[in-house]
T-cell receptor, first 113, second 112 residues
């Protein structure tokens, strides 16, 4: 198993540009989530999904969209990038509940100029 | 909702010393408490977890203790080694919740 994969590893955007961060898992996990990690702020939940076709907002959803058309994929879209979205983004998946192990991807480092 | 506070934010120790990281939580219904280790440039990875029906759990040099009355839990690392240097996150969750709530992380530095 590849586990949780994320692409790209690094990305530089200009303010106002849009892009999609890709996340895929091959463990047949129902739950998937996106976090952003900023210095001193820990892991903040952006959006999560409890199954294909079901998504919900986390703590910091503004400026981000998600969709879950398949069990395997959970892309994160930035509609109009802002410097405040400069961060490291992690995708995670788990089997079924919040009491199952979260498997994290390697992260995407995004810089918005 | 659940609130998890983690201290200290940075911990510096000498190789061979013990390290303790503490977390408190607010929701008395929380009953699952995992700890994750994040090495530089990687995603967090589960290292140990504890459920509310036990007070302590050990795995070689690491241990976690839980005090449900006081609503706090701690990670203990003995005989620290340079490879223990990383960011450690605690988390808390309960039945019926979808995603655990994470603390802000502790940067552990082990000096050779």
């Amino acid at each position: 198993n590849a586990g949780v994969t994320q692409t790209p590893k690094f990305q530089v955007l200009k303010t106002g540009q849009s892009m999609t961060l890709q996340c895929a898992q091959d463990m047949n996990h129902e739950y998937m989530s996106w976090y952003r990690q900023d210095p001193g702020m820990g892991l903040r939940l952006i959006h999560y999904s409890v199954g294909a076709g079901i998504t919900d907002q986390g703590e910091v959803p503004n400026g981000y969209n998600v969709s879950r058309s398949t069990t395997e994929d959970f892309p994160l879209r930035l509609l109009s990038a802002a410097p405040s979205q400069t961060s490291v983004y992690f995708c995670a998946s788990s089997y079924g509940t919040s009491r199952d192990t979260q498997y994290f991807g390697p992260g995407t480092r995004l810089t918005v100029l | 909702g659940e609130n998890v506070e983690q201290h200290p934010s940075t911990l510096s120790v000498q190789e061979g010393d013990s390290a303790v990281i503490k977390c408190t939580y607010s929701d008395s219904a929380s009953n699952y408490f995992p700890w994750y280790k994040q090495e530089l440039g990687k995603g967090p990875q589960l290292i140990i977890d504890i459920r509310s029906n036990v007070g302590e759990k050990k795995d070689q040099r690491i241990a976690v203790t839980l005090n449900k009355t006081a609503k706090h839990f701690s990670l203990h690392i003995t005989e620290t080694q340079p490879e223990d240097s990383a960011v450690y996150f605690c988390a808390a969750s309960k039945g019926g919740s979808y995603i655990p709530t994470f603390g802000r992380g502790t940067s552990l530095i082990v000096h050779p």
